[in-house]
């Protein structure tokens, strides 16, 4: 596999702050598929259209008994003014202190015009019911995501 720290049929474990507030718990997930969706920012337009675009079809992931979970290092209130001003429908976790980031290998030193930062690299993991990954999306181009992704539990689910 490329740079996410696990590899298909390693059992994971995570929790992360919702916009709620909340803590979501993988283990309490238990049962269901757990799309584990890594974008770097609120509101600019490649993550805003991969939000959108999961937002669209949530009850057909639903339908195949699956949450969906966006993790950025936005702060909660960020979250809760991008939900808002989207009207989308996934969860969303705040890590700010990029632990869970780290933790599956999607912050990254990028270059983006001879300048070098730390970001998160748009990755999409996908855990099945027994609380494994499944499947893996390294370096996501937004368009047709999330369609793919719903196809990928779909063919999983055979």
Not at 45 to 62: M, R, V, Y
Not at 67 to 75: A, K, L, M, T
Request: glycine share 6%; net charge positive; proline share 3%.
């Amino acid at each position: 596999m490329g740079y996410v720290k696990y590899n298909i049929g390693d059992k994971v474990d995570f929790e992360i702050v919702e916009t709620n507030g909340e803590i979501i718990k993988s283990k309490d997930l238990k049962g269901k598929w757990i799309v584990l969706y890594f974008y770097p920012k609120d509101n600019t337009p490649g993550c805003t259209t991969e939000a959108k675009d999961f937002t669209s079809l949530i009850d057909e992931f639903h339908k195949l008994n699956a949450e969906i979970i966006g993790v950025s290092p936005d702060s909660v209130d960020k979250h809760k003014k991008f939900i808002s001003k989207h009207n989308l429908k996934v969860k969303l976790g705040s890590d700010e202190n990029k632990e869970l980031l780290e933790k599956f290998g999607v912050w990254q030193l990028k270059k983006n015009f001879g300048r070098e930062y730390y970001g998160v690299v748009r990755t999409t993991v996908l855990i099945d019911p027994e609380g494994k990954i499944a499947h893996v999306w390294e370096k996501v181009k937004v368009k047709d995501h999330a369609k793919n992704v719903l196809e990928k539990i779909k063919e999983l689910q055979k």
